[in-house]
């Protein structure tokens, strides 16, 4: 999957920093964008499909934590992972932050490991529930095809002696 990134901080030298991490991550994204405060990032969701925001949380205008308020209260952008780049260390904030759906926190300054640790739990997440959704809906099938096959329709049919479980 490729991947559309916003990457919202007020130092453009910080969003240059961020997007050379990603590229050193070899993670196949197939844009960045860019906004400097969450004013902008929401102007952005309105016009195009992202799949990750990469946030600071102390910026003019409009504060990470309301861009992820706005973002969390919407349809279109409530399922969009936020992941929260930032100096601040008050556990409150962070944990008022995660309860409300922030997929995780990176504590500046990071080290492009770290960074790229984090980038690889939270894309294999999505991954990981495409691939759990999928094999649901196998299993489902299977199931409901060999529910079907088994039951005879009457005294003379044959009926397998093993049973194949789906799993």
């Not at 844009?31 to 902008?40: H, R």
């Not at 309301?66 to 601040?88: C, R």
Request: charged content about 25%; aromatic content about 4%.
């Amino acid at each position: 999957m490729s991947w559309k990134i916003l990457i919202v901080d007020d130092s453009s030298l910080t969003r240059k920093i961020v997007r050379r991490v990603i590229e050193m991550t070899q993670m196949d994204v197939s844009e960045f964008l860019d906004a400097s405060n969450g004013e902008e990032a929401l102007n952005i969701l309105k016009q195009t499909n992202v799949d990750l925001v990469l946030s600071d949380l102390n910026m003019p205008n409009m504060s990470g934590v309301e861009m992820v308020h706005h973002m969390k209260q919407k349809g279109d952008t409530k399922a969009i992972p936020v992941v929260i780049i930032s100096t601040e260390s008050k556990t409150a904030r962070i944990r008022e932050l995660l309860a409300e759906g922030v997929k995780d926190y990176l504590h500046k300054p990071f080290t492009p490991e770290e960074f790229k640790s984090l980038i690889q739990t939270v894309c294999s997440t999505g991954e990981e529930k495409k691939e759990n959704f999928l094999l649901k809906a196998l299993t489902q099938a299977l199931e409901t095809m060999a529910f079907m096959a088994i039951l005879p329709i009457d005294d003379e049919m044959i009926v397998p002696q093993q049973t194949i479980m789906a799993e």
